[in-house]
């Protein structure tokens, strides 16, 4: 099995399952020359990995990506950049009772009926967040791609529960802010809210619960003139791929749905000039009108749900027999995985982003 995303000249596609020998992505369509740091890539993909901090899941995966082609001398060749992760940590037994039962909020049963029943259940298996492994190696090819055209990205919690973050100024975010939040273990503007956030997370894992949060995410650099309207706008594909991370359940650009609430004395972003650039004074709309770049920093927020694995006992069917039950989920999940679904978010944007410019 296999996902796949298209944008113009460049495609993503991702396979593998959880608890499979191994997952993987191949990227087509990236040009050849471009210098790739690998080592800055195992830094990116160690931002996703779980945190020995109380709050991330048990399983332990080293991530190693084992490049097979597209990449030679520290630099892509023009050809399929394919890339493979090995599994080394599987508890399958831990899903022996669910082989034919629903998890509540996981695509256990979706995926039996889109696939015959035929397929991998194990760890959520091509639905799992373990996938978001490879989409994150993509990501921080792109976007050292993208840092080499001057545009940069970065993201962090903005909240987790009822806990909020400071957000990115959407006028005036630099290159040095999105940098700064990046070198966090627990990526945050305001680190003060750091224990409040971690203690939220363990009062609900105390309760063998989970909860959720939002990520917001922003590109700077990009000029204006990027995108097109309508069906393949900048919006657009940033969504398409946002939307790819099992989690994502919504996505706002700028101010997003506080525009409801707005006039249009209050919403929309009057233009400035200093005679050679031209600017918003602000940044509601989130750097996009029309679908197409305006030269102000590209600003979106990410809804992530609560991990719906969680050790309760839960009403379901067996969706095999027929018949009512009741589950109690075994394994090591995260009661939260916001603050490793934040290098994801962003990788995804690099990913929407590049696709414009190549």
Known sequence: ?????????????????????????????????????????????????????????????????????????????????????????????????????????????????RYNNANDIRGGGHFSGRITAPLVFAGAVCGQILEQKGIYSGAHILSIGNIYDNKFDSVNVTKEDLE???????????????????????????????????????????????????????????SQAVFGVPAVKGIEFGVGFDFADMCGSEANDCFTTDGKTIKTVTNNNGGILGGISSGMPVIFTAAIKPTPSIAQPQQTVDYVKMENTVLEIKGRHDACIVPRAVPVIEAAANIAVLSFLI
């Open 1 to 113: 099995m296999s996902s796949n995303l298209h944008f113009g000249n460049l495609s993503v596609s991702i396979f593998g399952e959880s608890h499979g020998n191994g997952i993987g992505v191949v990227i087509d369509g990236l040009p050849g020359g471009c210098e790739i740091d690998f080592d800055r890539i195992l830094d990116f993909m160690a931002r996703r990995a779980p945190k020995k901090d109380g709050i991330s899941t048990r399983r332990n995966e080293k991530d190693f990506p084992e490049i097979m082609s597209g990449y030679l001398n520290g630099k892509t060749t023009g050809t399929p950049l394919c890339a493979v992760i090995k599994n080394t940590d599987q508890h399958s037994k831990d899903y022996g009772n669910i082989e034919t039962v629903a998890r509540p909020g996981h695509a256990d049963y979706t995926g039996s009926v």
């Open 180 to 238: 700064t939040v990046k070198t966090k273990d627990f990526p945050l503007i305001n680190s003060a809210v750091e224990q409040e956030m971690k203690d939220k997370v363990k009062a609900a894992s105390d309760k063998l619960d989970s909860i959720g949060g939002r990520i917001e995410c922003a590109v700077t650099g990009l000029p204006a003139g990027i995108g097109s309207p309508m069906f393949d706008g900048l919006e657009n594909r940033i």
